[in-house]
């Protein structure tokens, strides 16, 4: 009997941990939008955060499109010339980069490059007691820290994602029209005539959104609980890209089946 | 009647129900005062400062401090006192990502409308104090432990508190340092009329400068006085800090139930 306790016991331990895990993002939530306030007076800290989570991250977003359309060119190329539908090809690169690729893989690679670097600082923060000190001084860390790169995020991830559905169309561009020599004229006519502005461009960019809610959220949380070690906070930066990933794709899947 | 900034009453706290820090603690802090609090490491001296400052709160007992029971109050309402109270940190805990000038400035600019320009004269001031002015520009990476430990000092002065809370601040610090701040510390809280309470196991530099010790051991207050009262007490575990000897009460051993000649499988 007691092996069937413990054992229902380690069921139910990473069950209750996800749980409780889910109650801090979620107060942790309420306690940024009663903050949002703060930073909105002081917009120097939010431009801040833009410039180190977003603007630092433009490169690798725009070059991570442009392959990203390469490939996506590429490969449509290949399947569409089989059923003579080539003429195609920019709906299918624009249409794929809109709807799914942008949104998820800009927030992945946000999650990678800014939010680890958002959660490791918080962290470190946290191991050199400067969390503890602004909380002395009378202000409120989840104010003055925590936030401005909430607000630094979801406005990064969106813009991030145009850039690099961007950056992926002229990908796709360069290796169907200049390389295999596609029509030009083709190649944009069908793009802008497959493109709904309401149901792909704005349900793409809501997705962005709402996955730069979640993968700040996660950062910054995870920086929070870090333990105040160096072990602590590596393994908390590795739990920001790791959950953020599975968070991202899992949300992607219920507003695709809610948006399209 | 005496006024008191610090006043604790039975006040135990423990992070775990079956490991208590500190064991029904009581202490009364009269303004203007000076005090250490010593004790070997681990003994509970750091729990204590952070229940005073409100960082955490007694599981048993009352914590008053400048007059309010911070027990009863809300987060907000602790914040709010927190602005009259000032604390070094034992390794500074200044702001990486600032200059030196806006580390010392922040609470001036969260807590103030001061213009920028007074600000900047108010800074000056307090780096001065701390014998750190033209450092402004610095970044903390830049400055020395003991130049780092001075500026946050600085910072924690910037609004004036009426009660200054050190953590270690002589640990790690050369001969001259530690006699600057030891000698800071005193000068301030004579100008400022504060009371201070330092955490600290530094016998030789707080016996100068405080009026009053507590000794704590094992997460109790264990013996109590002026500094001639504690270097005179009889106090086995108190005297074994003081002259540092190694056999005595206070066991460096870790406690543990294993048998070192067994585990090594000497007989």
Known sequence: MQKLINYLVALGNPFAGFILHLGGVFNLFLEILSSIAYPLKKPALIIKEIYFSGVRSLVIIAISGWFVGMVLGLQGYNTLQRF??????????????????????????????????????????????????????AVS???????????????SVPILTCLFNTSGIFGGYFVSVLLLKLDNGIFWSQMSDS???????????????????????????????????????????????????LVVLALDFILTAWMF | M????????????GYSDDAPVLKNISLKIPKGITVAIMGGSGCGKTTLLKLISGQIKPSVGSVTVLN????????????????????????????????????VAFCLTEHTNLSESMIKKIVAMKLN???????????????????????????????????MMYDEPFTGL??????????????????????????????????????????????????????????????????????????????????????????????
């Open chain 1, 84 to 137: 003579g539908s080539v003429s195609m090809i920019g709906s299918l690169v624009a249409l794929s980069l809109l709807r799914e690729l942008g949104p998820v893989l800009t927030a992945i690679l946000f999650a990678s490059r800014a939010g680890s670097g958002i959660t490791a600082e918080i962290g470190l923060m946290k191991a050199t007691e400067q969390l503890d000190a602004m909380s002395v001084m």
């Open chain 2, 174 to 267: 050369d001969p001259i340092s530690l006699n600057v701040s030891a000698m800071l510390i005193q000068k301030l809280n004579k100008a400022l009329g504060q009371t201070s309470i330092l955490v600290t196991h530094d016998i030789e530099s707080s016996f100068k400068i405080v009026d009053y010790i507590y000794f704590m051991a094992d997460g109790e207050i264990i013996s109590e006085g002026s500094p001639i009262d504690v270097q005179n007490t009889d106090n086995p575990m108190v005297r074994q800090f003081i002259e540092g000897k190694v056999n005595g009460p206070y066991s460096f051993e870790y406690k543990t139930n294993l048998d070192y000649n067994t585990y090594l499988g000497i007989l």
């Open chain 2, 68 to 103: 309010q029971e911070i027990t009863r109050q809300s987060n907000k309402q602790i914040l709010q006192l927190r602005k009259r109270m000032g604390m070094l940190f034992q390794f500074g805990a200044l702001f990486t990502d600032m200059s030196v000038y806006e580390n």
């Open chain 2, 2 to 13: 005496q006024d008191y900034s610090v006043i604790v009453e039975n006040a135990s706290f």
């Open chain 2, 129 to 163: 104090a701390v014998g750190l002015f033209g450092t402004e520009q610095l970044m903390p990476q830049q400055l020395s432990g003991g130049m780092s430990r001075r500026v946050a000092l600085a910072r924690s002065m910037a609004l004036d508190p009426e009660l």
């Open chain 1, 195 to 245: 493109i709904a502005l309401h149901e792909d461009i704005f349900n793409g960019i809501i997705k962005s959104f709402i996955f730069g809610i979640a993968v700040t959220l996660i950062a910054v949380y995870q920086g929070f609980i870090a333990k105040p070690t160096a072990d602590g906070v590596s393994s908390a930066t590795t739990r920001t890209v790791v959950s953020s990933a």
């Open chain 1, 141 to 155: 860390p989840i104010k003055r820290i925590v936030a401005p790169k909430f607000i630094g995020g979801i406005i």
